[in-house]
């Protein structure tokens, strides 16, 4: 199952290893690709997609659901 998010707040190459670092903790998450540019994540696995967004939301970051 592929979730994407769009992800708000990202400004470098930190910002970008910290969304990526925050998505791999979450279970169940299989694969992580974060788009610093387009400002969003694409997440592969059969992860809650809330507790994604709770992940990025505590790192910092504002997070909602594509689509």
Do not use: F, W
Request: aromatic share 2%.
């Amino acid at each position: 199952m592929t979730t994407e998010l769009t992800v708000s707040g990202m400004t470098c190459g930190h910002c970008e290893k910290a969304v990526t670092g925050a998505l791999k903790n979450v279970p169940g998450v299989q694969d992580v690709r974060v788009d610093l540019p387009g400002g969003r994540a694409t997440v592969q696995g059969d992860a809650d997609p809330q507790a994604l967004i709770q992940a990025v939301t505590e790192e910092g970051y504002g997070a909602q659901l594509r689509g």
